[in-house]
């Protein structure tokens, strides 16, 4: 019997190629990996992803001609041989269409080998090992993916991927030059991973980077494989687009299932740590057995619980509905699964009419009908609040930190207009201890800010007044209107800017905080929220043109905007120049 070895050139270049992408992972962190890869990203984009995005590992593809061999591959590249393997769904997927073979003749198999960065954090080397035996039919295609090395990319894993939270990182991702090149659902380890091709400019030899988030998040993935500029895109069978379409059809469902989860308390009676009986759970929270465990297993689905022997756990996704968790989202689910899912039944009136659904539903408008009830309107300002993570960077924008560091009799003044609970303003003040502020809101919305800024220390640095847009107090030296223009139309936001321009000194700034709708038609949160604030307040999201010629009409100028998380951007204006007087021609 003759026994055939395995070309030892290819095996060495395997292992070198392990041995190089240790090295690399030991080597590298987030904050200084990202820029390699994209650029140009800096500034608010930088630490949108560096924040939300943990540098988790580098991954290969290597063609063992069997199990033994692959284990001596690690082995020699001090990676632990007895790493355990399962099998790769996107990857045999992705081979199965490059090379136009069966699926079921590709063996790859996954395996993941810790290493340790520098300052001892826990990272892996990503093997997929398609085994190829010796002159078998598959050696053509390996030859070809070692010279192409398609397979070969950088992965993120995504530290709370909550679904606007993934849709927003891919946005920036796209506007750095980065590109879909495909992506799918690993039910053997219910993890989503989104890949995207890197620039050619990028400093680094990776051509590829991989979004890994846990848990399903189909949804996001069916956008993502549906960019226009994907790469590779997959062969579409004829059902494919029904079963799209029906889960998009089913979105309510999704819904109503999270609000229903947090109305009954279930994420507080849960962790995610332990498993709990669903006897026990039906206990706690007082419903019926049976039902509870339909909508836990459609949560599990969903991937905001877990299931196991023991019975359903929390996910991280899932926490975020906690209310102790910092950051809670519960306020969101109960408002969208409450008077906004409520008033989204009429959008058919709204686009017949171009008048709020809310109105029609409610009898009043948004913001009378949410003043009438001080624990809706607590619970609105909640909500708003549950979206600070798009606040992180704005403490550090220039205009800002230039306030704080004026040197003057007085300390530099910051006016909060409309600002909610005082989440912004708060960070702000906190950030720099130099600074006073000043917050303008309704009688209500005054007291939850004052309670929540003396809890973050810096109560006594900041005065409040009760009133409307037409009561901005005059004198200070950076004016904030967050997420405040988008609920109104064009002749309120000019009212609205007006008020401002009038009480700004000459040397003042204004930030304005909003989405911007892509001029491109690229994927956007901006696209889903103008379509929200036609339905339940009457108001749009609008561009940076757009903004700026409401600008202007008040006497104002836009000087820039530069991206804040979640999609949002900081606008940054001041007083027009005066206009000089026209020479007189003798």
Known sequence: MTTTLPDKTLLLDDIACLREAARFVREHDSAALLPLLLPGLQGPDLQALAGHCRFAHAGLLLFPPDADTLRAQLASCDLDADTPSHPS??????????????????????????????????????????????????????????????????????????????????????????????????????????????????????GRLELYARGDHRGTLAAHLDHPDLFDRPRHDARQPAETL??????????????????????????????????DLARTTGTHPRSLATLLRYLVMLGAAAEDQEGFRLTELGALLRADTPGSMRPLALMYGGPFYRSFGGLDHAVRTGQPAFDRIFGENHFDHFARDPQLASLFDQSMAAS??????????????????????????????????????????????????????????????????????????????????????????????????????????????????????????LLVVERLLPVDGSPSLATAWDLHMLCNVGGRERSADHYAHLLADAGLELVGHSPLPLDAHVLHARRAAAPQPATRRG
């Open 246 to 279: 029906l889960h998009l059809l089913t979105g309510a469902w999704t819904t109503q299932a999270l609000a229903t989860f947090t109305r009954l308390g279930l994420p507080d009676a849960m962790d995610t740590r332990s498993a709990h009986r669903t006897e």
């Open 89 to 206: 769904v996107v990857v045999r997927e992705r081979l199965a269409r490059r090379h136009g073979r069966d699926p079921a003749e590709l063996d790859v198999r996954i395996l993941r080998p810790q290493v340790y960065g520098s300052a001892g954090q826990r990272r892996a080397v990503e093997v997929f090992a398609l085994t190829v035996p010796p002159h078998s039919g598959l050696e053509p295609v390996a030859a070809y993916e070692r010279t192409r090395r398609h397979e070969a990319h950088l992965a993120f894993e995504i530290e709370h991927p909550e679904p606007l939270a993934l849709r927003g990182l891919c946005a920036i991702l796209l506007r750095h030059g980065a590109r879909p090149d495909g992506g799918g659902y690993n039910p053997h380890e219910d993890g989503t991973v989104l890949y995207f091709t890197l620039p050619a400019a990028g400093a680094c030899d990776y």
């Open 388 to 509: 600070s993570r798009m606040f992180q960077p704005l403490p550090a924008h220039p205009v800002i930190t230039a306030a704080a560091r004026a040197s003057g009799p007085a300390p530099a003044t910051v006016v909060d207009v409309a600002g909610g609970n005082g989440e912004l303003l708060g960070r702000v003040l906190t950030a720099h201890p130099r600074l006073r502020g000043i917050l303008l809101e309704r009688p209500h919305a005054v007291e939850a800010a004052r309670h929540r800024l003396d809890a973050a220390g810096c109560g006594a640095r900041c005065a409040y007044r009760s009133g409307d847009f037409a009561d901005v107090p005059p004198g200070g030296d950076v004016y904030v209107l967050s997420r405040v223009l988008h609920d109104w139309d064009d002749d309120r936001c000019r009212e609205i800017l007006r008020h401002c321009a009038r009480a700004m000194p000459a040397h003042a700034d």
